[in-house]
């Protein structure tokens, strides 16, 4: 079995999400104890937001492939990035990395596609509600509109992510504006799904208080890493 480097720490919430539900699949799946080895490599998260930012992009990208070299040399046969923010740089990063990278873009659009969705919503921290890596990846390879919210919905979902999420906060009334702006996208936009497009939204949307299906992408990429280090 293929070992799994994930690299980390944006935030650690999440990372901490991928090594669960890994292993937890393992158990689904009648693997007994044969988990596979996974090497993590935890980020120093201040840093990292610090330059994104900043818009220092290629101080971005050089402190994604340091750490990508570090999972290598530990052993790691490939990589994901547990975070949908630095897919900002996704390309540039697979490009300097000397070990395959597990985009969470190219999982989600897969994932929607065999769902047969044809335009989604795109939750998320504002560098990823206000890029296009969503977009280029859903429309071109898959013919899926990917829409986000207004702008001031943007603001907010951002600032709960930075100082609740994150930090592992859990607030009930965040969880019920999170719902009314999924089901006002829904009803306004013409949204089929909603791309939880942060890897600390599931901690707290479901299809149940979302109230449309979700696209769960930290599930969606941690299952797939399975796959790829089951795969031959």
Not at 27 to 44: A, C, E, F
Not at 149 to 165: C, F, G, R, S, V
């Amino acid at each position: 079995m293929k070992k799994i480097g994930i690299l980390g720490g944006m935030a650690p919430e999440s990372t901490v999400e991928y090594y669960r539900i890994i292993t937890a699949l393992c158990r689904q799946r009648g693997m007994g104890y044969r988990y596979p080895v996974i090497i993590v490599y935890s980020l120093n998260f201040g840093e990292f937001i610090s330059l994104v930012e900043s818009g220092n992009l290629p101080e971005v990208i050089n402190l994604l492939c340091e750490a990508i070299d570090s999972l290598s040399h530990a052993g790691a046969d490939f990589v994901l990035m547990a975070s949908n923010t630095p897919h900002i740089v996704f390309n540039e990063v697979v490009a300097r990395s000397p070990i395959p990278l597990l985009s969470i873009v190219e999982e989600t659009g897969r994932a929607a596609s065999k769902l047969g969705f044809s335009r989604v919503g795109l939750l998320g921290t504002k560098f990823t509600m206000q890029a296009d890596f969503y977009s280029n990846v859903l429309s071109t390879k898959y013919g899926i509109s990917v829409v986000t919210p207004e702008e001031a919905d943007q603001d907010y979902i951002h600032n709960k992510i930075m100082t609740e999420l994150v930090n592992g906060y859990i607030v009930e009334g965040t969880r019920q504006e999170l719902s009314r702006i999924a089901k006002m996208m829904a009803d306004k936009q013409g949204i089929e799904a909603l791309i939880l497009g942060c890897t600390e939204l599931p901690l707290i949307l479901s299809e149940e208080t979302a109230g449309i299906p979700i696209l769960d992408t930290t599930r969606i990429h941690a299952e797939a890493a399975l796959d790829f280090a089951q795969s031959g």
